[in-house]
């Protein structure tokens, strides 16, 4: 009962498909309230000694904290509490064909659930409400909705947007998502001190911008001036101790606005990381689990990555269509012209050139990175327009 209810409310609610750890507190906030509604039922209790579950009332304060709308959760109350009595029906009906216990005993399940979801249901509210005043009181919320305003798709103005966030957005950064493997007093400014210190050894010049998720994750970006390479390898080099428990997820350096907004990509790199459970290196770079983290479904990281990798064959036109078809079975023949111009018709001088054409379109021979480049033939191949670079837009 409770995984099926689970399983509806994900489903119907978007709002609630949050990341790994937010959907584990969902799932034992219904595993509770099931198991708490079948003990009333079972054993009469008053529901005056009934109080909400713990999951459910840090779910409420979790849900605050990212800024879920608190119509979101009551939805989630509404729809559980209608399938809790849905199954409930369905077991007296294979239980006795009595209409008259049926009806007496489902009346009684429904005005018990309802009392039950009422209650509950206002301490769940007061406990969201009192984490959101507490939250916004302890955030800069200037900070936060101009970060929002600039990962959007709004236009934003630079200089007020420098002076309200203190960071030079004219420059070249790196996101960063962080966090801990559990929630505690202290949690985000150690999270924020590791966060300088990656920053120092990365040899940044500048404060990071810091801006807290909930209670054991935030999102950051590094200043790296007018450096385009963020040295990994050597901001991954101090003392294990330092960064016990504490995990970092990286997007691609970029520039200005456009490379603020790669934030995407630091996210990307934090699910391919969560995947990979607490023993997961310290460090995860989008670079490195690129194709991995385009199994997000984000439709606008995939977009990006093609182009990236693709460079001028992820042109939206006819010629970069045929190079890259010719290109994509290329591959898939193991680079042999022979296969390659049998399969298209084509003679092999024919395939030659055009094989020669597009590595002059990406810049850079096949080989050095083929895997990428063929996943990114294969998304181009099979989302079209939706990931390739249309006629006037700019290059990466």
Known sequence: ?????????????????????????????????????LHVLQHDIDLDNVHAPAAAEEYARRLAQRGVPIAALLRAYRIGSARFQYWCLEELGHSTDSASVISAAGLRIADITAAYIDRVSEEVVSAYEAEKENWLRNLSAARAARV???????????????????????????????????????????????????????????????????????WAWLPLGIHDVFPIQVASTFPADVKTGIRFALGAVGSGVPGFRRNQQALGAHAVALAAGPSGPFLTSFDDVAPLALM??????????????????????????????????????GGSFKATAERLTLHKNTVQYRVRKAEQSLGRPVGEDRLQVELALLASQWLGPAVLRHAGAPRP
């Open 148 to 218: 929002r305003a600039l990962l959007g798709n709004a236009r934003v103005d630079l200089d007020s947007s420098e002076a309200i966030l203190g960071y030079r957005l004219r420059q070249h950064h790196v996101a960063v998502v962080c966090w801990a493997g559990a929630a505690g007093d202290g949690v985000l400014a150690r999270l924020e001190r590791v966060t300088a210190e990656v920053a120092r050894q990365a040899g940044c010049h500048g404060r990071p911008i810091f801006l807290p998720q909930d209670e054991s994750s935030a």
């Open 296 to 333: 997000s479904g984000s439709i606008d990281l995939v977009r990006v990555w093609v182009a990236e990798t693709l460079r001028s064959l992820a042109d939206d036109d006819e010629h970069s269509l045929v190079l890259r078809d010719t290109l994509r079975v290329f591959l898939e023949e």
């Open 1 to 37: 009962m409770s995984a099926d209810i689970y399983d509806l409310l994900v489903r119907e609610i978007p709002q609630l498909r949050s990341d790994r750890r937010l959907l584990t507190l969902l799932e034992a906030s219904v595993g509770e309230n099931v198991a708490t509604m």
